[in-house]
């Protein structure tokens, strides 16, 4: 046997301090009680050598409060968890550290038993892979040899492990010095370090070459640690020496130091899938030779509940192929593509490592007939063809969540994988998860935020027959694709549109909440038929109680700042077009011979400044076939450029003969500078239609006895000449109610309207300011049901004020020109109550003392 080779010790070459040196050192007894403690341990846990000596090893390790002795703890820990593993450690200050912790069997020369503790903790590799987070998992990981000597340097405590380093056996070891069994001047220079150590406390790490006493092959490289053994009154109780075999390591280290140059790759980008591969791509061939990277579903997309580490039960997640790269042309050894969903067999390895919650190593895959390869049968013939021999399954986490797994393969490779290769592996793909992490936050940011803006701006542009209409959004917060701005096309009744867009003041997610209250604020007040300028005085009270309500709670930031707005209403009957500005910057009216002017708008304050000021409107008539522009101001200002000199580039861009809306909004927002837009900008186009006098029939009735009946009858005549009359019914009894009610609460003339576009339209205006409300009438009431009525009839009703006055007015639904003919409501002029309920198409009981109203009385007589 080739004994040690003392003389190739290294004195005074010394390791990194945060090398294997930060491995914390505690000497316990068999009932658990510490006996001796070390600087390193100081340093982990805050406690002093005084504060923890002679008492139990749970006042800094809970969990041994559950066991009685140290072996039971021992025990306990290899059953729950296996071992070595993680621990949490009870610092002085009250935190709870994460430590890797591992107990070894001492044994002394009366045969009493002390237990090692070493403890270390967690940290960021450094560039050439020699700090604590590679040394230290490696003790945690490799046999480890242990040597007690007292203050004479005696030999007190051994493990078995020792033996195998330097071929010395326990029994001719304890109780001697070194060079009572070394020769003497390398064990003399030995024991002058230890004699160092004793002295000052401090820590020394030295490393040699020697020839294992069992081993007639190359020389192996250890290291070896010398941490001086307080006592409870902080003296020196002896010398505690590890010596660990780091051949394998040193090779891990050169590996990891490429792999910290080669892995500065990973996180370039946010996209999971993308990390995915790069993380693939780097692992082969330098871990692997080939390398799969599965993503549990939910951060593939971005969307669902993660999954906690070991918490699969008996479901699955479900997996993606993220990531693939092979030593081989074309990865053959994948059944699945990326973007795929992978089948996990129940009982392989992959699905071992998920129920674990921790890595899994297969030195020697068994690819024989009737194991878990056969499960998938795709999967069994790309095992065998491709020569898989050997494998790693290491579980992508953070933060105690599930991201995927990583499939480590030899193929071409004879040498099956080791721990050495499992470590490797681990610190490449904790790597990849912080990049992983990252993207999938973002994910899942950006999947809200467009999920946010999608239900913030309209979805489809409906223009009916008043407009032709196109639209452009370009957030910018390019990152979560949202912004304070907002655009509608709101159809109103009588072929009427509402045009709006607005600007609230920042952007990103807060501004994009804001707008969405704004939206629905605005989308409420057009329902009400509100002229621009009331709405928009009805939308600035709405944005100051919104202020006023952020400022009762003082920690938050208020949701509304303030907010410009123009609101437009476009009448295709008359061409005539309403509009009034809060704050906004002005239209622009392009004619059809592409003559661009802006026009002279009265700006009105911003919304929620609280100047109290009145809005103003103004009305216009539009040529038919004119193309009106609204934007927001991040389309005309930008950086290093006036407002003007953005609003003469709008107007050449929007001036362009034969461009469509569409190719014109192109051409508008592709004028922008090329630098990073500093505001969100929108533009919305229109081109207005006129509708043709033959759609529209308007008369005045005089307020007597016989304008029931004569409204009845020119509507009935002019479905008739537009070929409407599976109408006739339903509309006469509509004009019947709404035409009495005009004469029983109005004093002058009526009027009735019948607009035939996408749907017919019957309109009965009067002098009386007052809106009609429907209620609910008492079973004995005469009156009161025929709003009623006319809800059930048509597909909606409403009304809205006029400057004389108010319109009431019901939508009917239009017969299909084609396919299979859908029944227009038909409704016959009832003469009893049975009639009225089944015109309700409700049960009757609900209508059992219905009497008939004023306009069914003027019925009779015609």
């Not at 294992?212 to 409870?232: I, M, N, R, V």
């Not at 490779?413 to 290769?421: G, N, Q, S, T, W």
């Not at 911003?606 to 038919?624: K, R």
């Amino acid at each position: 046997m080739t004994m040690t080779s003392l003389g190739a010790v290294t004195l005074g070459k010394q390791l990194n301090a945060s090398d294997i040196s930060d491995t914390a050192i505690a000497l316990l007894d068999e009932q658990g009680i510490v006996a001796g403690w070390t600087q390193t341990a100081e340093r982990l846990v805050g406690y002093s050598a005084g504060d923890v000596v002679g008492r139990s090893a749970a006042l800094v390790l809970p969990a041994f409060e559950e066991a009685a002795t140290t072996s039971a703890f021992v025990e306990q820990c290899r059953t729950e968890n296996g071992w070595p593993g993680a621990q949490a450690l009870r610092h002085r200050d009250g935190r709870v550290l994460d430590v890797g912790l591992r107990l070894t069997m001492l044994r002394g020369q009366d045969g009493t038993a002390r237990w090692l503790a070493s403890m270390t903790g967690t940290g960021p590799l450094s560039e050439d892979g020699t700090d604590g987070s590679v040394r230290g998992p490696l003790l945690a990981r490799e046999p480890i040899g242990v040597v007690i000597r007292d203050r004479q340097l005696r030999c007190t405590f051994v493990n078995d492990v020792a033996e195998s380093h330097d071929g010395l056996p326990g029994a001719r070891r304890l109780g001697r010095r070194h060079t009572d069994v070394r020769p003497r001047p390398h064990a003399e220079t030995l024991e002058a370090v230890m004699r160092q150590v004793l002295q000052n406390g401090a820590t020394k790490i030295h490393e040699y070459r020697t020839y294992l006493p069992t081993s007639q092959g190359p020389e192996h490289q250890f290291a070896a640690s010398f941490q001086c053994l307080q006592g409870a009154d902080g003296a020196a109780l002896g010398v505690c020496v590890i010596s660990a075999d780091v051949t394998a390591n040193r090779q891990t280290r050169e590996r990891l130091a490429v792999l910290g140059q080669a892995s500065a790759r990973l996180g370039s980008t946010l996209d999971v899938m993308q990390v995915s591969q790069e993380l693939a791509d780097v692992a082969v061939p330098l871990v692997a030779d080939y390398v799969a990277v599965d993503l549990e579903q939910s951060v593939s997309f971005g969307e669902g509940p993660p999954v906690r580490i070991g918490a699969t039960g008996k479901r699955l997640p479900a997996f993606r192929r993220a990531g693939l790269a092979s030593i081989r042309q074309g990865v053959p050894e994948s059944p699945w593509v990326r973007g795929e969903p992978i089948n996990v067999p129940p009982t392989s390895p992959f699905t071992a490592a998920l129920h674990a919650g921790q890595s899994r190593l297969e030195p020697v895959l068994d690819t024989a007939s009737g194991t878990w390869v056969d499960e998938v049968p795709a999967l069994a013939h790309r095992v065998r063809e491709s020569g898989m021999h050997s494998i790693m399954v290491v579980p992508i986490r953070t933060r105690r969540a599930l991201l995927g797994m990583a499939l480590f393969v030899r193929t071409e490779d004879p040498v099956p994988f080791h721990e050495a290769d499992l470590l490797l592996a681990e610190e490449l793909v904790n790597r990849a998860a912080q990049s992983l992490d990252n993207a999938r936050q973002y994910a899942r940011k950006h999947t809200a935020a467009l999920a946010l803006q999608r239900s913030l701006l309209p979805r489809r542009l409906r223009g009916g027959t008043a407009i032709e209409v196109a639209s452009r959004y370009l957030p910018a917060d390019v990152d979560h694709c949202v912004g304070g701005d907002w655009f509608d096309v709101i159809p109103l009744s009588g072929a009427r549109v509402a045009l709006v867009v607005g600007d609230v003041v920042g952007h990103g997610l807060h501004a994009a909440a804001t707008m969405g209250r704004l939206r629905t604020a605005v989308h409420t007040l057009a329902s009400m038929e509100l002229p621009p300028d009331e709405l928009l005085s009805h939308l600035d009270d709405t944005v100051q109680r919104l202020a006023e309500e952020d400022c009762d709670l003082p920690d938050e930031i208020s949701a509304v700042s303030g907010a410009t707005c123009l609101y437009a209403v476009y009448d295709p009957a008359t061409r005539r077009c309403t509009m009034a500005s809060a704050g906004h910057p002005p239209p622009a009216i392009i004619d059809p011979e592409d003559r661009v002017t802006y026009l002279d708008l009265p700006t009105g304050a911003p919304l929620g400044v609280g100047l109290g000021d009145p809005f103003e409107s103004v009305e216009l008539e539009l040529a038919e076939g004119s193309v009106l522009a609204l934007y927001t101001d991040g389309l005309i200002e930008t950086r290093g450029h006036d407002i003007e000199e953005g609003m003469r580039r709008l107007g050449s861009a929007l001036a362009q003969p034969g461009r469509s809306l569409e190719e014109r909004c192109d051409i508008a927002t592709q004028t922008l500078p090329d630098q990073a837009p500093c505001d969100d900008v929108t533009l919305l186009l229109v081109r207005t239609r006129s509708l043709s006098p033959s759609r529209v029939a308007s008369w005045t009735l005089p307020a007597d006895q016989d304008a029931v009946r004569s409204a009845r009858n020119l509507a009935a005549c002019q479905l008739t000449e537009w070929g409407l009359e599976g109408l006739e019914n339903a509309t006469k009894l509509i004009v019947s109610e709404l035409a009495t009610n005009a004469l029983r609460h109005g004093t002058g003339q009526i009027g009735l309207r019948l607009v035939r576009h996408q749907v017919l339209t019957v309109e009965v205006s009067d002098t009386e300011a007052f809106v009609p409300r429907p209620r609910r009438p008492r079973p004995t009431d005469e009156n009161g049901r025929s709003l009623f009525l006319v809800a059930k009839l048509s597909r909606r009703w409403g009304s809205r004020s006029t400057p004389g006055g108010k319109v009431v007015w019901a939508e009917l639904d239009l017969p299909r020109t084609s396919g299979p003919d859908r029944r227009v409501p038909e409704a016959s002029p009832p003469t009893s109550r049975g009639g009225f309920a089944a015109a309700l198409d409700t049960p009757s009981t609900h209508f059992v003392s219905l009497a008939p109203s004023d306009g069914l009385r003027h019925k009779a007589e015609g």
